[in-house]
């Protein structure tokens, strides 16, 4: 299928062939979901701990008498049951990360594509080259092109200067084609996409 290209100034910059195996989808929830979440759970740290009754700064000393009072019977203030006790089966450092096989990764990413592209938030560029390397003048053209919360994605490495430019913009983010990724598009707004950056990303899912 067609699109139209624009430049950074909102001016048409010809048209662009957008292959249908990548762009021409139908959004899969189920397949979206598997592959945010297999992102989400590697991002994990997994560094949650908590003291077990072991590892509680107690005395071991038996805390009263065996009988006669007429309460429960302890052995020792580090027992889960008190208060600053050692915590019963508690988080212990682990990673929370699963395996999702590489086809089902490559599918979840053509299906967020595909998904901006039906729901008509992609947007395709000619290039992101710019002459002014300044944050303001680059913040007032993305105010001017309406865009809040976009993804820009490049080729096979960010354009210097508008990675520089761009880094203070807030809601505008700059990724290469290999740091592409199901999450970063589908939680923005606008997935834009250079010229460049989409022959490596068909390239890449081919």
Not at 105 to 119: E, I
Not at 144 to 155: F, N, Q, T, Y
Not at 172 to 194: E, H, Q, W, Y
């Amino acid at each position: 299928m067609k699109a139209d290209a624009i430049n950074l100034d909102g001016k048409k910059a010809g048209s662009v062939e957008l292959d249908d195996a990548i762009f021409g989808l139908e959004p899969r929830a189920d397949i979206l979901h598997r592959v945010v979440r297999w992102q989400r759970n590697n991002a994990q740290a997994g560094t949650h701990k908590v003291k077990t009754r072991s590892e509680v700064s107690y005395s071991t000393k038996k805390i009263y008498r065996q009988k006669g009072t007429g309460g429960a019977r302890h052995g020792a203030r580090s027992a889960p049951i008190f208060r600053g006790g050692g915590v019963y089966k508690g988080p212990t450092p682990r990673s929370h990360g699963h395996d999702l096989p590489k086809k089902v990764r490559k599918l979840g990413l053509m299906h967020a594509l595909s998904a901006k592209a039906v729901a008509g938030e992609l947007v395709i560029i000619d290039s992101i080259e710019i002459k002014d390397v300044k944050t303001k003048a680059l913040a007032a053209q993305v105010k001017e092109l309406g865009w809040k919360r976009a993804l820009i994605i490049d080729g096979a490495e960010v354009n210097t200067d508008f990675a520089q430019a761009a880094r203070n913009i807030a809601g505008l983010d700059v990724l290469p084609s290999m740091g592409a990724n199901v999450f970063d598009i589908l939680k923005r707004d606008t997935l834009v996409i250079t010229k460049a950056g989409l022959e490596a990303l068909e390239a890449r899912l081919k």
